[in-house]
């Protein structure tokens, strides 16, 4: 039964890949990876895109794991269960389940408008972090939820302070699936078209974003973009993005995974 | 050192009045009892009397617990515990605790043990201080790789005895032991009862065990425990023998409904 499920995924998975791959198949090469896209399908290439999606990534992962795990390092470990916790806890708990399109709307009046960043790489980080941050919070305290209080009681009982407690003994239990967690949150950010659609993400540039303040452009709105357009040629394209985009969360999910082993057997 | 002289020795720990609940239901009612320095001490009773909370009010742990509340007093060598100025953490060294479960830390048998070390702050090689500890508890025996091994590829009485060492690093005044020897094989039983045994020289022990015939052989004092309130405590040869409270010579017979 087990089995039967995992080959109908992994054969779900296999399938859209090669679907994607065979869409993709004239414009996948090396030049596609790097150049900016074109008006001519043909030379069209998701440089910009991925430098984008690269930025968008790096900038959340430095906001969105410190900020998520500290809160959820305090709400699990530190704060008392009095009932503004409970309350705070079930607001983040509501807002990891908000769909992103409405993240989009907020950062627009927010950030692109507010803060006037304009539709930059910094606004679409900015926005994805505010999408992000519930999730890290959420996953996170799970994770460290799951780690049995014995643990804890073991170590306080030798003379530990709390901090102690949750440096040397919680954190290094929870650290694969606090790990899994971030990554997680951070590939539903940078698969999120919907809110970079609404700050405005532009999907022809001739340059790759080189600072937070360039204009916003990344792998899931080119997606949208080239799959919008009427012509044959594109749809390759936006195939090809699809696999760059797929490459992307594939080489996440190897960091992960290398952790995973490494970590393997150090705590049951 | 050993307390042999008789008559009254001065009590290390006392509480007085004791309450403690969890989520308002009372697990300990109105608790006084006094353990003299020196001596062995074990609390018996049914499963579910208290005998864990009481030993865990001892060092404040029972805090930790959220929904846990305490009221009464515990007194260590003339010191309210639960003073607001006390800190938790050197309660907890001067006042060892070795758990029911032994719950290592997934690391080696050295970071097991210098763990406490370290939290204290101690500096320098802690190789003199994990190597004397595990000493005491059998575990040392001149060869190094002992200290490199993964703590939880032990055997189950190892693990019980390396918990015990972990508490013994910081030489504490007294040892709370909650069921030292559950759910071991009668040989990793009886090595745990000798390091107890040898401990009383150490410090001392107060121990919960649903094993009164370990009480009788390990313990100077026993307490009696039902449903919370502490029914009998005295020398544990009177007690045994010649127990005054009906529910003490119920439960030691094992007439207990």
């Avoid at chain 1, 499920?5 to 679907?19: E, F, H, K, N, Y």
């Avoid at chain 1, 390092?73 to 008392?80: D, G, I, K, R, S």
């Avoid at chain 1, 993240?103 to 980080?125: D, K, Q, T």
């Avoid at chain 1, 990554?183 to 700050?199: D, F, K, N, T």
Wanted: charged share 15%; with cysteine.
């Amino acid at each position: 039964m087990g089995v039967a499920a995992a080959l109908v995924t992994m054969s779900a998975l296999i399938l859209l890949t090669g679907v994607l791959l065979v869409e993709a198949r004239e414009v996948l090469d090396w030049r596609f990876f790097l150049d900016p896209p074109s008006r001519v399908a043909a030379e069209g290439g998701v440089g910009p895109a991925v430098a984008g999606s690269l930025w968008l990534t790096f900038l959340v992962a430095a906001i969105a794991v410190p900020l998520g795990v500290g809160t959820a390092v305090y709400l699990a470990e530190y704060a008392p269960p009095t009932r503004l916790v409970k309350a705070v806890e079930s607001v983040l708990t509501n807002l990891a389940g908000v769909p992103s399109v409405v993240y989009g709307i907020a950062g627009l009046a927010l950030f692109v408008r507010g803060l006037g960043l304009g539709p930059s790489i910094l606004a679409g980080a900015l926005t994805l972090t505010a999408l992000t941050v519930p999730l890290v919070v959420v996953n996170c305290r799970k994770a460290l939820q799951a780690v049995p209080d014995e643990f804890r009681w073991a170590a306080f009982g030798l003379g530990a302070s709390r901090w102690q407690v949750v440096r040397d003994q919680v954190l290094p239990a929870a650290a694969p699936a606090l790990l899994a967690g971030c990554c997680a949150a951070l590939l539903r950010a940078v698969g999120a078209a919907a809110p970079l659609l609404m700050l405005g993400a532009v999907s022809f540039t001739t340059f790759a974003p080189g600072s937070p303040n360039d204009p916003l452009t990344a792998l899931p709105t080119q997606i949208f973009a080239w799959a919008a357009r009427p012509r044959e040629g594109f749809l390759a394209l936006a195939a090809g993005a699809s696999v760059a985009l797929l490459l992307l969360m594939a080489a996440m999910h190897l960091v992960l995974f290398a952790h995973r082993r490494r970590q393997k057997g150090t705590w049951s | 050192m050993v307390m042999s002289a008789p008559g009254p020795a001065l009590p290390v720990l006392s509480t007085e009045r004791l309450t403690v609940r969890f989520d308002g239901r009372a697990v300990l009612k109105d608790v006084s009892i006094e353990i003299p320095l020196g001596r062995v001490v074990s609390i018996i009773g049914p499963a579910g009397s208290g005998k864990t909370t009481l030993l865990r009010s001892f060092n404040r742990m029972n805090e930790l617990i959220p929904g846990a509340k305490t009221a009464g007093t515990v007194h260590f060598q003339g010191v309210d515990l639960y003073d607001a100025d006390i800190d938790q953490a050197e309660v907890r060294r001067r006042i060892g605790m070795v758990f029911q479960k032994a719950t290592l830390f997934p690391k080696s048998v050295f970071d097991n043990v210098a763990f406490g070390l370290r939290a204290k702050g101690v500096e320098g090689d802690l190789h003199g201080l994990v190597e004397e500890a595990l000493t005491v508890v059998g575990l040392w025996s001149g060869g190094a790789e002992v200290l490199d091994a993964r703590a939880l590829d032990l055997t189950a009485g190892e693990q019980r005895r390396l918990s015990i060492a972990r508490a013994l690093a910081l030489k504490p005044d007294c040892l709370l032991l909650d069921e030292p020897t559950a759910a071991l094989d009668p040989a990793a039983s009886a090595k745990v009862e000798s390091i107890i045994h040898a401990l009383r020289h150490e410090c001392t022990i107060v121990l919960a065990t649903s094993d009164h015939t370990q009480a009788g052989r390990l313990s100077d004092l026993t307490a009696y425990l039902d449903s919370g309130r502490l029914m009998e405590y005295g020398a544990t040869q009177e007690l045994f023998t010649n127990p005054r409270n009906e529910r003490t010579e119920s439960y030691l017979t094992g007439r207990l409904p």
